[in-house]
C-alpha cells in the first residue's frame, strides 16, 4: 500500500537543527527515503562517516548542496572557485549521489555586467562538467529568483540556465527546477518541457512562497501549503517532462528552524502527501 512518501525528500536544510545522525533515524522512523544533504553539515560529520551512515540506514541521498560561485574576476579567486567544486564532486560521489547543485554566484563586487558573469560560469562549467561526469556526478544550474541575481545567482530563470546547460553534454550539466524561484514565471513551464526533452533535469525541488518576506528574504521559503504556490500543477509540469525521480522539499525558514525538527520532518512529510503526492 502506498504511503504517499515514495518519491519524497527531506533536504537536510529543512530540518537544519537536527544532527545528521538525528535526521537520519526520523528519516527511517517516519519513512522517508530521501535525503538531499548539505556540505558542511557532512563535512563536520566526516564524508565517508556520513555516506557510511546513510547507506546503512538504506536511504538514498538525492542530491548535494552545493557547488557553484563560479563568476570572480580574479584569478585567485577562481582559481579557489574551481577547486573547491571539484572537492563537491569527490564528496557527491563519495556519498553516492550523481546530482551536485549549483548556485552559479552573483556579480563580484563593483561589476554590473551581467553578461560577463554568466559567460564566466560557462568557462568554468568547461572545466568541471568532464570532471564530474568522470565521477559519474551530473552538475545541476539552479536559477534563483531574480531577487538574488546581484550578489548569489546571476541565473534567475530556467531559460538562463538552459542556454548554459545546452552548451554541455546532458550528462554533464543540467538543471535544477524550484519551485520558489520560478513560480512566477509564465515561460517556465515551456522551459520544463523544453529541459526534459533533453532529459536536463536532474533535480525537482519544492518550497512555498509566502508573504510577507522576512527581512534579509533568504529564510522565507514556506511550508509545503502555506502560500501561493500549486504544488501539483508543478509537479505536472516536471512529470510531462519526462521526470520520474525524487522530489526533495528545501525550506530556508527561521520559524521552522525554531522547532523541533523531528516535527518539522513529519509535518513537511505529512503536508508532501496532501498537496503532491495524493
Known sequence: MSTGLERFSINQMTVKQLSLPELVEACVELGVPGVGLWREPVRAHGVEAAAKLVRDAGLTVTTLC????????????????????RRAVDEAAAL?????VLVSGGLPAGSKDLHGARERIADALAELGPYARSHGVRLAIEPLHPMYAADR?????????????????????????????????DRAPEQIARAG????????????WTTPLPEGVLNGRGQIG??????REWKGYVE???YTGAIE?????DGLWA??????????AARFVEHVSR
Open 259 to 268: 522547532r523541533n525538527g523531528r516535527e518539522v520532518l513529519a509535518e513537511t
Open 249 to 253: 522539499v528545501e525550506l530556508f525558514n
Open 66 to 85: 552545493r557547488g557553484g560561485f563560479l563568476t570572480a574576476t580574479d584569478p585567485a579567486e577562481r582559481s579557489a572557485a574551481l577547486a573547491d567544486n
Open 226 to 231: 502555506d502560500g501561493a504556490i500549486d504544488m
Open 153 to 185: 545567482c546571476v541565473v534567475s530563470t530556467l531559460a538562463q540556465a538552459l542556454d548554459l546547460a545546452e552548451r554541455f553534454p546532458a550528462h554533464q550539466v543540467g538543471v535544477t527546477v524550484d519551485t520558489y524561484h520560478i513560480w512566477w514565471d
Open 96 to 100: 553516492g549521489t550523481d546530482t551536485l
Open 240 to 242: 510531462a517532462a519526462g
Open 197 to 208: 526533452a533533453a532529459g536536463r533535469i536532474h533535480t525537482f525541488q519544492l518550497a512555498d
